[in-house]
């Protein structure tokens, strides 16, 4: 199943780099992220709470980052485990400046699902997924701006994460709203998403 | 061991008190605390209609509400709707127009029925389907429950 | 002269209705044991996967979990299920590589859902909590998906042990088709892709199984359609004798076929824990376990060939097909024998090559589901013919006309083996007239001549279709039935058959009420309890009322003649001056000269005097009934259809079946019955599909995705009869049980071509749904 898709961020490259290398930030990023730590060069390990629908459970997640090329892209390899079944994938990363103080994120992958998450949350994966991720990114982007506005003047970042119950609402209101319709079959895979969106803006050139 | 809730339901007449879990589904404590198995379970997600009862009258699906849920409700099952010396109309037409085969989907079909001949004492055969048309039945095709329907509709008139 | 009141033939309500109406009928969930435990299995996500490792020490801890078992902890129990059905001995060239599947998975995972540990708590609940605490390791392997894929070289093997993904191969030719194609004037080949379907029955599967140390003896209530074969298998399974196990099917909730699997994996399981455990234990499958682990069928792929003359007659017939068997193979070739043997429809087809290949894939395993593989051949004839009268110029109903075998062509030899190993014969028919009195209840000539050019001119899709079909029905190898009069005048009869709704009990109570001369309802039937009776194999493929009922009628008639010649020396009367009704002996012209059958029956069975030796006591007989090769029915369903142009839904307005199923028994239930295919049959074509990725994951388990017809989908099904008694058996009857999903899909591909005339539309694929009818128009 491919995953893939585009975002662009009000802050230069370097920024959303730089960002991306910020667990504290990633981790607000997406509530439900329960613990990440480093543990390999390059490698992350962590825990995401996770829900879609009537599928809800912790997945125990595996991140490696590689081709890295800071501040341009990099690939990113994750495996996720837990009750509602199971999540693979390998994705790419772009970021292109814009000019304009902009940032353009590109990201392609496949992504392979299981379980019960397969079996019968596949139906809402797609349109959940591409929701929580332009939630996520934007949550992100908003940060970015924060942290300008704070540069600008000279002040501390006035940043405040969206909670859980607010990301999720805005989720359910993007599924009212019937945001996305897909012409051709895409299968997304939350908690990849989930950790891949994490870790896209994560970034570890440590 | 969870904390227990003391439950207090009416089902088909008779009071029930019975400490229970809170997680405990309305349909496993009809069937297996009260050992009333006449309410079927049939696929656990609200889809198939198999597990109907009334609750104040009105159909659910039990397998979609906690037994906690019902405290101080009224529940009726299908053995709240007749006896074997005693059928109602409803169960009577069934057998007369041949609308039960296999019998898994039936008590959930006769409750809903019951409600909605209540509800509509005239239904067309179209009102009829789309009454029905949350009970799945995988052997009658679903015709002769609608002709018994449509009898039992008749017969309560008279 | 003896007379009885006819009763079969007869539209009687059931004897069975008031229990199930009320809530009283058991099925097994219902069972209750006091100090019952609950079962639930651990099962994989992936669908091809080494088991590394299993750790379920957490899951012992959890309260109130009382054992956890693995493939290991069974040791030496731990054996595969039995091979089912052995390739037929007679076939030649028959290549089969048996493989069953396990109780547990000891090394690799080969379909998702697999069951690789049991867990045993005081209930459901804590089971599948502690099911939550097993810690397994599975290395994922690639899945095979594909049933061309999996047999090229390289592909991952579902069965290390051989070489390829070949379960099975058997050839089978009728003629000469080379020859035939030679002469043809036309030739059309296509490729026609089948895709699986699930029987949903209402009730999933469930076992309870009681093993009493005390008394050692093992009580087992299940889901099954087969009692007598569990009985036998678990008791050699387990190392007991027959005699200390006791299988009950009671009331089932629909079984369809996939509950005439036999020895699922938990079939295997259950039994062994409660020996284990000396307790009472339970297992009840929820709808997604029934959706991975029961199991489906209907995967094919098949490039056929149909060589004509210009005249449309069918010259020959080549067919290479595909046939998926998912990840083992019990069953043996049954489907795609049943394919085989429907490929030629009811036609005089003289030339007919057929060459299956039974392919492993790592998905559910495929066991007959109603139809069993008859509905793919007769989609592939019908879909031919539909092409045939296209090319050819020649009208669709007329082309079927020119190749129906003819009423004097019967017994017809096609020479080819079938299910029952044996060579198949279509013993009796008389084709046309069945296939006219469809066409004429659904006014086909007047709706293609004057309202459908009326609609079309309304810018209305309104489509019309056939198509005929036969049935295999009624194999052997045999049933038997016992049946006994009672000191109260009521009759008992039991057979090793079990129900799932047909209406066993009142079908089979006419045939006794019909010799014994009683009322319907004085006669109780006890089926699925191998205490009662023990000889039989089960209910399927079409042959409960022709077997089993036969095997009643055998019985019955012995005790109807037993009945008379008591009767005859009490009564001091001649037997063929005696007539059985209302339950008495009467002497014809002498109403008060008569004798209750209680009576007589405890005349029969005295607590003094003797019983002449070389007789039996009692009124009772036990008969058996085999018959040499299955009945041929035949049918023909027509339907008019509407379908939206923008959406593809669509709306049935007319839906007409006639049957020929030769002596009916009761109207009432074979009504019930095709209605009840049908509707199935509709699902079938436009609604249900099981959708496998290619990692070989189900991504619809669920009623929410699988999509089973309800009311609203359902149409009118008008049905009509026409009676060809069969030569095989005594009652004359043919099996009705499957016909309704016989001929659907190709009546749908017929009627949704016709209704979108002007599109460029030809349906060689099923399941249809809305989405791919789209697809398919704007390809």
Redesign the interface.
């Given at each position: 199943m491919k995953i893939e898709g585009e975002y662009t961020f009000d802050g230069p490259r370097e920024d959303v780099w730089k960002l991306v290398r910020d667990p504290e930030v990633l981790a607000t990023c997406l509530p439900g992220t329960q613990s990440l730590h480093l543990v390999g060069e390059n490698e992350y390990e962590g825990e995401v709470n996770v829900h879609i629908g009537p599928i809800a459970g912790v997945f125990s997640g595996r991140l490696l980052v590689s081709n890295e090329v800071p501040p341009e892209s990099c690939t990113l390899t994750g495996e996720g485990k837990g009750k509602p079944g199971f999540v693979n994938g390998t994705g790419n990363v772009q970021l292109f400046e814009q000019g304009d103080n902009k940032t353009l994120m590109k990201y392609a992958g496949e992504v392979q699902i299981g379980g019960r998450l397969a079996s019968v949350g596949q139906r809402m994966i797609d349109t959940v997924s591409k929701s929580m991720i332009r939630q996520g990114l934007g949550t992100l982007n908003d940060a970015i701006k924060a942290r300008a506005v704070a540069r600008a003047e000279a002040k501390e970042v006035e940043y405040t994460p969206p909670s859980e119950t607010e990301f999720a609402a805005a989720v359910t209101k993007d599924l009212a709203g019937g945001l996305f319709s897909s012409k051709r079959f895409v299968w997304l895979a939350l908690a990849v998403i989930a950790v891949i969106l994490l870790v896209t803006i994560w970034l570890v050139v440590r | 061991?969870q904390n227990l809730f003391d439950l207090a339901v009416t089902v088909n007449g008779s009071r029930y008190e019975h400490a229970v879990?809170p997680?405990?589904l309305l349909s496993?404590f009809l069937?297996?605390d009260l050992?009333?198995?006449?309410?079927?379970?049939?696929?656990?997600?609200g889809?198939?209609g198999?597990c109907t009862v009334l609750l104040d009258g009105q159909p659910v699906r039990s397998c979609l509400m906690f037994a906690v849920q019902t405290h101080e409700h009224e529940v009726t099952?299908?053995?709240g709707?007749?006896?074997?010396d005693n059928?109602s109309p409803i169960?009577e037409t069934?057998?007369?127009a041949?609308g039960?085969?296999?019998?898994?989907?039936?008590?959930g079909i006769?409750t809903t029925v019951k409600s909605f001949l209540e509800q509509n004492p005239d239904p067309s055969e179209d009102e009829?389907?789309?009454a029905?048309?949350?009970?799945?039945?995988?052997?009658?095709?679903?015709?002769?429950?609608?002709d018994a329907v449509k009898l039992a509709a008749e017969k309560m008139k008279a | 002269m003896i007379m009885t009141k006819k009763f079969i033939g007869k539209r009687i309500v059931r004897n069975e209705d008031p229990q199930l109406l009320t809530g009283q009928a058991l099925f097994v969930d219902d069972v209750e044991i006091p100090g019952m435990l609950h079962a639930a299995f651990l099962r994989s996500d992936y669908a091809h996967a080494r088991l590394l490792s299993i750790d379920v020490s957490a899951a012992r801890q959890r309260p109130g979990v009382v054992a956890v078992f693995t493939a290991e902890d069974m040791g030496d129990d731990w054996q595969p299920g039995p091979p089912l059905v052995s390739p037929p001995p007679t076939a030649k060239d028959v290549i089969f590589y048996s493989r069953r599947q396990v109780p547990l998975v000891k090394d690799k995972v080969r379909h998702a859902g697999e069951a690789i540990a049991v867990v045993i708590a005081e209930s459901r609940y804590i089971a599948e909590d502690a099911v939550e605490d097993i810690l397994i390791e599975l290395e994922p392997l690639e899945a095979v998906v594909d049933l061309e894929k999996g047999l090229e070289a390289g592909s991952p093997l579902v069965h290390d042990d051989l070489e390829s993904n070949l379960a099975a191969h058997l050839f089978q030719k009728k003629g000469d088709y080379e020859e035939a194609r030679s002469k043809a004037d036309l030739v059309i080949k296509r490729r026609i892709i089948i895709d699986r379907g699930a029987a949903s029955a209402m009730e999933n599967r469930g076992i309870v199984a009681h093993w009493e140390a005390k008394s050692q003896h093992l009580t087992i209530w299940d889901t099954t359609q087969a009692p007598i074969p569990i009985r036998n298998g678990t008791a050699a399974r387990l190392g007991l004798s027959e005699h200390q196990v006791r299988v009950i099917a009671p009331f089932i909730g629909g079984g369809f076929g996939p509950k005439m699997m036999m020895f699922y994996a938990e079939e295997m399981v259950i039994p062994w824990v409660s020996k284990k455990l000396n307790r009472p234990i339970k297992w009840i499958e929820d709808r997604r376990e029934n959706f991975y682990a029961t199991t489906q069928e209907r995967g094919q792929i098949h490039d056929v060939e149909i060589a004509l003359s210009s005249d449309g007659h069918i010259l020959g017939l080549k067919d290479v097909f595909l046939h998926d068997t998912g990840a083992y193979d019990p069953y043996g070739l049954t489907i795609p024998l049943n394919t085989q043997c429907h490929t030629m429809g009811g036609y005089d087809v003289k030339n007919f090559t057929t060459e299956v290949s039974v392919v492993f894939t790592n998905k559910t395993l495929v066991t007959p589901v109603r139809g069993a593989g008859r509905p793919q051949g007769i989609f592939i004839i019908e879909r031919l013919l539909d092409i045939a009268s296209k090319e050819l110029g020649i009208d669709l109903v007329e082309i079927r006309k020119r190749n129906l075998i003819p009423p004097d062509a019967f017994p017809y030899e096609h020479k080819i083996i079938d299910q029952a190993f044996a060579p198949l014969i279509l013993d009796s028919g008389n084709y046309w007239p069945v296939m006219e009195k469809a066409l004429e209840m659904i006014g086909y000539e007047e709706f293609v001549k004057d309202e459908q050019p009326r609609l079309r001119k309304e810018g209305k899709y309104v489509g019309i279709g056939f198509a005929p079909f036969i049935e295999s029905t009624g194999v052997g190898p045999y049933e038997g039935a016992r049946v006994t009069v009672e000191a109260s005048g009521k009759i008992s009869v039991a057979t090793g058959i079990g129900t799932q709704g047909q209406g066993h009990f009142t079908a089979f109570a006419q045939i006794v009420a019909e010799q014994v001369g009683v009322a319907v309802k004085d006669v109780r039937i006890v089926t699925g309890d191998t205490t009662e009776f023990h000889w039989g194999t089960g209910t399927f493929a079409s042959r409960g009322a022709v077997v089993a009922g036969n095997a009643i009628h055998a019985a019955s008639s012995i005790v109807r003649k037993k009945i008379l010649e008591l009767a005859s020396k009490v009564l001091e009367t001649p037997i063929d001056e005696l007539e059985l009704d209302d339950g008495l002996v009467r002497v014809v012209d002498i109403p008060h000269k008569t004798i209750s059958l209680g009576e007589l029956a405890l005349l029969a069975n005295p607590l003094r005097g003797a019983v002449e030796p070389g007789t039996e006591p009692g009124l009772e007989a036990t008969a058996y009934f085999g018959p040499n090769y299955g009945a041929t029915a035949f049918g023909t369903h027509a339907m008019i259809l509407e379908v939206d142009p923008e959406t593809m839904m669509i709306k049935i307005k007319r839906y007409v079946t006639v049957e020929d199923c030769g002596t009916v028994l009761n109207p009432l239930i074979l009504e019930g019955q095709i209605h009840g295919g049908v509707s199935m049959g509709i699902g079938n074509a436009y609604y249900e599909q099981l959708h496998f990725d290619e990692n070989g994951q189900l991504l619809n388990a669920s009623f929410a995705d699988y999509l089973i017809p309800s009311a609203t989908e359902i149409p009118r099904i008008e049905v009509g009869h026409v009676e060809t008694r069969s030569s095989l058996n005594e009652l004359g009857t043919k099996g009705v049980g499957e016909a309704g999903t016989i001929p659907v899909p190709a009546l749908f591909a017929q009627a949704i071509e016709n209704a979108l005339y002007n599109q460029e539309l030809e349906i060689l694929e099923m399941p249809l749904s809305p989405n791919r009818l789209f697809e398919l128009l704007n390809k």
């Open positions: - | 061991m879990e997680r405990t496993d069937r297996h050992g009333l198995t006449g309410t079927h379970v049939g696929c656990e997600h889809v198939c198999a099952t299908i053995e709707l007749g006896t074997i059928l169960q069934f057998q007369e041949h039960v085969q296999c019998g898994f989907c039936t008590p006769l009829i389907r789309e029905i048309s949350g009970n799945l039945c995988r052997c009658t095709g679903y015709q002769h429950i609608v | -």
